[in-house]
């Protein structure tokens, strides 16, 4: 008896240290998200227990409305010099699928950016808040931003992102969160689909999380929202009050 839980407890172990606790998860829990207070981490990376990368980033918002933020989303950003003016030095070029006006679900941010030294080709789907965050609840308060990020030229997503900017006494403040290791296969046929596959079944293990999505990765990505959502802020409000006539 005692050398079969011997046996069971070697093979729990393994199982574990490959797969991860509860590997195949895709539903990322909304409460510290979500929550009005600040969390132990705001800015930094960590690797939870399924393997997946977790990178936050906290950005101040001196001045900046929550739907200041939603208004640049979903109707003034349409070009490629949009796109650049919002980081110079790292955003290269951008284009929109599915965007219909004043909407961001269902559309796709098709944008070339640089993510640390390398040029990354992404198509980052904006989706329902609710399909990532659970327990999100719309609120007049703050905008809850998230998406399904991949390679534009693999059907493949691997992250996915949620930025929430809550309504405070000076502005707002933007609670950016991805969750890096998230492996789907997007249907060809409809790419706001997925499907099924040998990569998303093997992707999602905590040991091809490990290889694949690194620290240096992850700070890389933490550093880049860092710096985007600072320069956001910097000239929103007076773009927004010039486009707006408010």
């Known amino acids: 008896m005692r050398k079969h839980i011997v046996i069971l407890a070697v093979a729990a172990t393994l199982f574990i240290a490959v797969f991860g606790v509860n590997p195949w998860a895709t539903a990322n829990r909304g409460k510290d998200v979500l929550s009005y207070s600040h969390t132990d981490l705001e800015t930094g990376v960590y690797r ?7 990178v936050k980033a906290l950005t101040r918002m001196p001045d900046v409305e929550p739907e200041m933020v939603r208004w640049w989303f979903a109707d003034y950003m349409q070009t490629t010099e949009h796109y650049q ?31 640390g030294e390398t040029i990354n080709k992404l198509r980052i789907q904006f989706v329902d808040p609710s399909e990532i965050l659970n327990n999100y609840e719309e609120t007049n308060d703050r905008f809850v931003i998230c998406a399904r990020g991949g390679l534009r ?28 290791g998230y492996v789907e296969t997007r249907d060809p046929n409809n790419q706001n689909e997925t ?38 802020a910097g000239f929103l409000p007076e773009l927004y009050e010039t486009e707006t006539n408010l």
């Not at 955003?91 to 961001?104: R, V």
């Not at 059907?155 to 933007?174: D, Q, R």
């Not at 990569?199 to 620290?215: E, Y």
């Not at 890389?220 to 600072?230: F, K, P, Q, R, S």
């Open 48 to 54: 939870a227990g399924n393997g997946i990368m977790v």
């Open 85 to 115: 003016r919002w980081y110079p030095t790292q955003h290269l070029w951008m284009d929109w699928e599915n965007k219909l006006p004043g909407k961001h679900i269902g559309a796709s941010h098709l944008v070339d950016e640089y993510i």
């Open 153 to 180: 030229e693999e059907l493949i997503n691997a992250n996915k992102m949620c930025h929430i900017v809550t309504k405070t006494e000076y502005g707002s403040e933007m609670r950016s969160v991805f969750w890096m």
């Open 195 to 232: 499907v099924l596959s040998i990569q998303s079944l093997l992707g999602n293990t905590a040991l091809a999380r490990a290889l694949i999505f690194d620290k240096h990765s992850a700070l890389a990505l933490m550093d880049h929202a860092i710096g985007e959502m600072n320069i956001l």
